[in-house]
Structures are given as C-alpha cells and as structure tokens.
C-alpha cells in the first residue's frame, strides 16, 4: 500500500542508511494517505451537505411557487360598459379569469360561486400593493350584449373595475378562450354552449400560474387562495438573495 | 519575526487569496442566472408561426431549429416603441459578435394592411439586414399575436403617420429547441437582452 519502494518492513535489515530510507519513504506515503483522507473529507462532507440540501429542498419545500405555466394571451375586448378592454389594462395585476355565457343556467354556478367567494375571501391574502382582479369572458357575444353582460355584471355585484364582464368578436374570441387560454367551447345546435368549466390564474407579468378545471375534494376557491397567498410572497421577494431562492425553488420544482 | 507570527499572518494570507478566488471566480458557478425578463417553464413547444416572409418565401418557427429567435411584434409605420426595441437589438447583435450568428430577429407586423412582406424588408434591413419581417392576413397575424400574449388595435395617429397601432412591447425569446422561455420587457437595455440572449446561446 505503500508502493514499491516501501514494500520491505520496517523490521532493522540490511544497512543503516537503507533502514533510514525505507523509514523516510514510510512517512512520506503516511503523510501522503493522510493528505488523502483529509482531502476527502474536505470535499466529501460538502458535496454529501450539498445533496442533502438539495433533497432536503425538493422533499420539504421551504419556498413554495407556482408554475410560469405559459404566456396569456393578448386580447381587445369590450367591457360590460361598451368600453374598450385589453390584456395591456391588467397588465402588473394578478388575474382570475373565468369563462361563460349568460344562458348557461345551472352549468355555471360553480364557476360563479368560485369567483364571489375569492372575492369575498381576498383578505386572507396579503396582496400588497399588487391588485387583484376579476374578468368573466363571455364566448357568446351575439347575445351576450353589453347590456346583457351589465345585466349579468350587476347581480354579481361586479363592478367594472375590480371584476369585470367582457366580450368581443367572435373569430377573436375563438383565438383568445380557445387557442389563447385553451379553455374548449362550442356552440350547440340549439344555440347553448358545450364548453369545460375552467378558471385561470394569471400574474402581472401575462403569465398564467395556475388553471383550475377538475373539482376536487379541495374547493377551487380554497386552492386560489392559497395560491394567491404562494404568489404574493413571491412577488414580495422578487429581488435579491431572496429572489435567487425563489428561482431555485422554480428549478426544483416546488409547486404546491 | 518570530515563527508563529510568521504562520500567523502566511495563514491569513492564504485566507485572504482562497476566499478571494471562491468569491469571484467559485461562487459564480453556483448562482443561477437573473435573467432580466420574465421566464416560462412550459413544457410545451412555442405556438407555431407560419406567415409570409421576404421574396416571398413562408417563414416558420421551425425553420430556425437550433437557432435562438427573438420574435417581437411591431409595425412599420411605428414611431418611437418598435425603431427603439430593434435599434437595441442590432445593438445586442453587435455586442453578441459571432455567436449573433445563431440569433434570428423576426417581427411580426401587426398592421397587415400596409406592411407588405417587401416594406418590411426594406424597413428590417434599416436596422439590421439579417432581420426579417413578417406579415399575413388579419386572422393568421391575430391568433399568432393574441397566442403570444399580445394585443394590438388600430388609433388615431396624424396626416403624417396615417393611423396609429397600440400594441404589447415585449420581446420574446425562443431556445434553440423551439420552446419560448423568456419575455424580455421594452425597458429592457440592448446589454441585457444581449446577455440573456448569450446565456441561451450556450
């Protein structure tokens, strides 16, 4: 083990100046197997740290984000008071957009109701100077007009500002719902709607963080808040050493 | 001097290089990139573009596999946003040197009624004769500026100018995989969006 030169024992054999040699090539290989050991631990331990630290990240998410799941899209529609309404209105605002006509009945209650009670429930969430707001799409706008979309707006209690209905023309809306927020409808023969019940959660950059489609035993509106929360507490450490762990957090993927 | 002091200050000495060396050549390594726009994560390809380009070629996304294009919505007949956001592209180019090679700059025009695809040209190769111009009909320019979060309508502009064109500033960047990953927004320096554009070009 310690090479050739040190193969003999140390036993007192041969001539002096040979044992002194063979004592000397001992402590040299000693000292340099303890180099060794020592380097070891000096880039061991840290590397063993550093995988911990990462499992340890990815397992018990100290930071938790939501995705930058894909673009929103851009859209020019017209509000429930015939005013014009762009993506560039909301843009720095956090959005929860939802998606319907005025005929659907029954079909729509639950989106609605998602949409009253994070309202509702918004000051459980520390918003910050961030604004939050509402917007209801109509994807039926050849009888959602803008003073059926007032009519609708009005029993929401929605208030043009904070939570908005809106519409626009057909072929761009197809682009915006369909292609854009990739929320499915069709117009049925009888002039009803088949469509998904989707709410979609966008930041104020125009990136959408959260797509709620499927009810499950959590309420939607119990997971927008919560999102909302996770959300906000990004945008309140965006800069900074904070900001490095929250991107980290991105590539770990520490989504709740 | 005695042999502790000199051990001392050797020791210190060597404190001082170490932690100098793992501050500005270590520590680095491991800081993740700030990019200076807002990245995507999605794991789905970029909507795809298919519009008329110069000498009437079509020009798609997927022509510029395995390069990074920069895609930004504009106009000719712009007066300030768009000759401000390609001036600094150029300038990024400039600054990238060689590796602009695999860098494609297109704008989409989003007032296809008078940018023609050989106005555009003209008007691309103003700034920058490697970038392109594209344009098609209203409904092909509407679903591929609305899928890339932009929003665009005409207004009021002067006898100069002619009608104006409101639209979304930002300046998107598609990887060489064909996956858009950051928007980059029009307050952004020609530095920046070079130095994010060379961390995609790696």
Known sequence: MFGSRCSIGLRFTGTMPEYIDRLRCRYWAERRSLNSRKLIWWIGIPGVLLVIGVMAFAIFEPIQVLPRIRLSPGYLLEDQAGQSFTSEDVRGDIVLYTFRYSGCGDECDGLDQTMIDVQRRLGEVDMGDTDFRLVTISFDPATDTTEVLTAEADAFGADGVEWRFATGEEAHLANVVKAGFKVWYEEQEDGSFSFDPTLILVDGWGVIRGEYEYQTLKSDADKIIHHLDILTEEIRNANGAAGLAYEAAHLFLCYP | ?202
Do not use: W
């Not at chain 2, 000495?13 to 999605?42: D, E, K, M, N, R």
């Not at chain 2, 390809?45 to 009437?56: I, R």
């Not at chain 2, 297109?106 to 003209?122: A, C, F, G, K, N």
């Not at chain 2, 998107?172 to 858009?180: S, T």
């Open chain 2, 1 to 202: 001097m005695t042999r502790t002091l000199k051990i001392v200050l050797g020791a210190l000495a060597g404190v001082v290089v170490i932690g100098a060396v793992a501050y500005f050549f270590v520590l680095p390594q491991f800081v993740p990139y700030v990019f200076h726009g807002q990245t995507i994560q999605s794991n789905q390809a970029a909507p795809s573009v298919e519009l008329d380009g110069p000498n009437g070629s079509t020009v798609r996304l997927t022509d510029y596999e395995g390069q990074v294009v920069v895609l930004y919505f504009g106009y000719t007949f712009c007066p300030d946003v768009c000759p401000i956001t390609l001036s600094k592209l150029d300038r990024a180019m400039d600054i990238l040197g060689d590796k602009a090679e695999d860098v494609q700059v297109i704008m989409v025009s989003v007032d296809p009624l008078r940018d023609t695809p050989e106005v555009l040209e003209q008007y691309m190769a103003h700034f920058n004769p490697d970038f392109i111009g594209v344009t098609g009909d209203a409904d092909a320019v509407d679903r591929i500026a609305t899928v890339y979060g932009v929003y665009y309508e005409a207004a009021e502009g002067s006898e100069a100018t002619g009608y104006l064109v409101n639209h979304t500033a930002t300046v998107m960047i598609v990887d060489k995989d064909g996956y858009l990953k950051l928007v980059l927004p029009f307050e952004g320096t020609a530095e920046e969006m070079a130095a994010d554009l060379g961390y995609f070009l790696r």
